[in-house]
Structure formats: structure tokens, C-alpha cells
């Protein structure tokens, strides 16, 4: 799994990520290793203590922790017209088979999920 972080186009200081697997498991240690550039990316394009910065990106996720939909999290936060541009979360569940299809080789081929 490869997390490339790019330039954001939103000021000097945004950051995008860009995921690239080829079918690893996403732990925790990589989902804190996102959360910390994307808290990082929301401080520098909306610092405090003007602004909440990753404060607000904070509440979101403890909203979701807290048992509010990941849909209502992101109409609250207007962050619904940005959508779910290339995430797919599957739930296969225990009748799951082992996967059959070849893994793609070519990164450029590959859907990249721009969280932010």
C-alpha cells in the first residue's frame, strides 16, 4: 500500500493523499498515519485560533464514533458535494471467497480516493 502525499490545490500548506494498494490490509498504524497529515493539512489551510482547523475535522470523526451516519456527518460538515469520489467499502462477510481476479499492476490504472 503506497500513500503519496501531494500538494492540495486549497493554499501552500494543503496536502491531498493519495492511496495506492494492491490489496493490503489497512491498519491502524496507517489510518494514524493519514489522520496525522490530514489534521496537519486542515491546520495549515485553516489555522487557529482564527479558525477550528482539524478541531473540526476531530468532531466529524468522533460524530461518526458516536453513532451519527457517515451521510449526516457529511451534510453537516458540507462536505457531501465532495462524495465518495473512488472509496468502496465492501462487506463480504463469512461466505467471502478468495479472490480469483488478478491484481492490477499498473498504479495509473488504480482508483485514488481524495478524501479531503
Do not use: C, H
Not at 32 to 40: E, S, V
Not at 53 to 66: F, K, P, Q, R
Not at 85 to 106: C, F, L, Q
Amino acid at each position: 500500500m503506497k500513500f503519496e502525499v501531494l500538494r492540495g490545490r486549497k493554499s501552500e500548506n494543503d496536502k491531498l493523499v493519495k492511496i495506492w494498494s494492491y490489496g493490503e490490509i489497512l491498519a491502524f498504524g496507517d489510518l494514524l498515519k493519514l489522520l496525522d497529515y490530514y489534521f496537519k493539512s486542515e491546520d495549515g489551510y485553516y489555522p487557529k485560533p482564527r479558525y477550528l482547523g482539524s478541531t473540526m475535522l476531530l468532531e466529524a470523526i468522533i460524530e461518526i464514533y458516536s453513532g451519527f451516519s457517515v451521510e449526516q456527518v457529511l451534510e453537516k460538515y458540507k462536505l457531501k458535494r465532495k462524495g465518495s469520489k473512488s472509496v468502496w467499502i465492501e462487506n463480504v462477510g463469512k461466505e467471502a471467497k478468495a479472490e480469483t481476479k488478478p491484481i492490477e499492476k499498473d498504479a495509473a490504472k488504480m482508483p485514488i480516493a481524495d478524501f479531503m
